[in-house]
């Protein structure tokens, strides 16, 4: 995906196995949509419970945060149970939202990248951030929110 490009229009299941569509979200609101390697690794617990602390921030900018990984729904459940994490977690088991987003395996294809997206109201893509280390996705998702608020 490149700056400007449209939110691919996918079906996902989220932590609840219910089918979640990003079509939902266009026109209502921005979001972020992080992509990460495996549900309760330290660095992707991380990286949600980075996303959980600063949640209340998103939602003061209209924003709606969604993690995705190849994880199970049942698996998504229990990270959100375990983690208290209060946001949308999909599940792309068959990696088709990590190919619509252009999302690359890191240390040479072992490894589900772990890559950012925000995404303003009207699903155009604003920033897409590319970092294996977990700390630095929830600051510069926040960053670049700021930065495009109407």
Do not use: W
Request: net charge positive; with cysteine.
């Amino acid at each position: 995906m490149k700056i400007g490009d449209t939110v691919p229009n996918l079906e996902l299941k989220d932590q609840n196995g219910e089918e979640f569509r990003f079509e939902a979200l266009k026109g209502h609101k921005p979001f972020i949509v992080y992509f990460y390697p495996k549900d309760f690794t330290p660095g992707c617990t991380k990286e949600a419970c980075s996303f959980r602390d600063s949640y209340e921030e998103f939602k003061d900018l209209g924003a709606e945060v969604i993690g995705i990984s190849a994880d199970s729904p049942k698996s998504h459940a229990k990270f959100v149970k375990k983690y208290n994490l209060p946001y949308i977690f999909l599940s792309d088991i068959y990696k088709k939202a990590r190919e619509a987003f252009g999302v690359k395996p890191n240390l040479l294809g072992l490894l589900p990248g772990r890559e950012t997206f925000i995404f303003d109201k009207e699903g155009k893509l604003l920033h897409k951030f590319n970092s294996m280390n977990a700390k630095r996705h929830m600051p510069e998702a926040l960053s670049v929110l700021e930065k495009n608020q109407n």
